[in-house]
Each structure stands twice: as C-alpha cells, then as structure tokens.
C-alpha cells in the first residue's frame, strides 16, 4: 500500500531535550516536505527536499533541521524544542514538487507535539 | 509576499444547501492551485487542481472549484453538501518548488 508513514504519532517533551520525527515513503518520490499546522494558520511549510542531499527552507524554518540521506526517509530534528513547536506536524511526499498536473502530494497522519 | 488566503473560517449549512468556499492567491509566476480535505482525527486529502486549461476543475465527492485569473481566485463548490462534508477545506498554491497554504475553512454540515 503507497504510503506515508510518521513516528511518533504522539509526543510530549520538555524544553531543550532534542527529538527526532522520523517520516518514510514507499513510493519512490523525489519530493518531500514538511508542515506544521497551527489553529487559525493552516499549514505551514517548514522543509522541503527536492532528492536526496537537496534540502531548502520553507516558511517557518526557524528551530528546524532536516536530512535527506535516502530518498525514502525525510527525518525533522528539533535541536532543542521550545513551547512555541507545540504543534501538530505532517510530512509529506509526491513525485516532484508539484508542477505537473499529474502530481499529487501524499500526506502523512501527523504527529502531535507538546512541548512543555 | 506570496500567499494564499481564505477568508470563510467557519461555515454551517444545512444538508441539501449549495457551498461556496473562498479562496484567493497573491503571487504571479505559474500557478498551481489545490483544495484539499481533512476530514476529523484524518491527514489532509487532495479534491482537486488546477494547472492550466479548463479553469473549471471538478474533483472527487462532487467538488468543483473556478479559476478566475482576474480575481485571483480559486473558490471551492459544492451544489448539495451532506452531513458527511463536515470537515476542514484547505486551499492551496505551489508556486517555485514551495507549498502556500490558505488558513482553512471548517464546514459544520447539520443532518
């Protein structure tokens, strides 16, 4: 099944202690992101990679890092996480980055963050 | 800045009643335009897009949306909602290789 897998789906932390979210995709896709959606905001856009070794800013980038070493996995670091991360983040994939009409982003099913 | 933005935050309709979300974008260049569905406690779903030609797009579950360049809008609608439409509508642009996300619409269909 195409899919878009995100771990933890659940996560409190304190202030300052680092965490990874791992986010993977079996579909072969060339292009990933990353969002963080906030109540009244919507989603906004936080990394994205166009392959492996290609990453830029989106958005909100500030308290961020992502890696891409396999084009499968889209891992979000948190160096050190403040309250104002405490958000709901959701990865995504699709075949490129969305310029053809064929291409539809998939959608991981999220990951609840608190930070305290 | 670029950006998209919808300006419905909340809307409650009756089942059987038309919809009509708005949705406008503010940047220049190529533009992909999308609308997308998060139904409760579910990741984000694609209804439906626009890249060129027709600007009268139709998507899944009986969804349409507009194009009007001269607007710059991408409205969503829908003739008849059902209860099964409650949920939250996000309009979307991608413009140089970045996603733009409108602040959502929730739509509260009652039985």
């Known amino acids: 099944e195409a899919q878009v897998t995100q771990n933890p789906r659940y996560l409190i932390t304190v202030t300052g202690k680092k965490l990874t979210v791992t986010c993977s995709q079996n579909?072969?896709?060339?292009?990933m992101s990353w969002y963080r959606q906030d109540p009244g905001l919507g989603l906004r856009q936080i990394y994205y990679?166009?392959?492996?070794?290609?990453?830029d800013k989106g958005d909100v980038p500030e308290g961020y890092k992502v890696s891409r070493k396999e084009k499968r996995n889209f891992p979000l670091i948190l160096e050190s996480p403040s309250p104002n991360q405490t958000s709901l983040y959701f990865c995504?994939?699709?075949?490129?980055?969305?310029?053809?009409?064929?291409?539809?982003?998939?959608f991981g099913p999220g990951t609840r963050l608190t930070v305290l | 800045a670029q950006s998209v933005s919808q300006h419905n935050h909340h809307v409650i309709l009756s089942e059987a009643a038309s919809l009509e979300l708005g949705c406008n974008y503010s940047?220049?260049?190529?533009?992909?335009l999308f609308w997308y569905v998060q139904y409760p406690g579910q990741h984000l779903q694609l209804l439906l897009k626009?890249?060129?030609?027709?600007?009268l797009v139709k998507g899944i579950k009986g969804f349409e949306a507009e194009f009007i360049k001269s607007k710059f809008s991408f409205n969503l609608r829908k003739p008849s909602v059902q209860w099964s439409d409650t949920a939250e509508y996000f309009c979307?642009?991608?413009?140089?290789?970045?996603?733009?996300f409108g602040s959502g619409t929730k739509l509260n269909v009652k039985p």
């Open positions: 940047y220049g260049g190529t533009v992909n």
């Open positions: 626009y890249f060129s030609g027709d600007p």
């Open positions: 979307a642009g991608n413009n140089f290789n970045k996603f733009y």
């Open positions: 579909m072969n896709h060339e292009y």
């Open positions: 990679s166009m392959n492996v070794e290609v990453t």
């Open positions: 995504a994939s699709s075949l490129s980055s969305g310029q053809a009409s064929t291409d539809t982003q998939y």
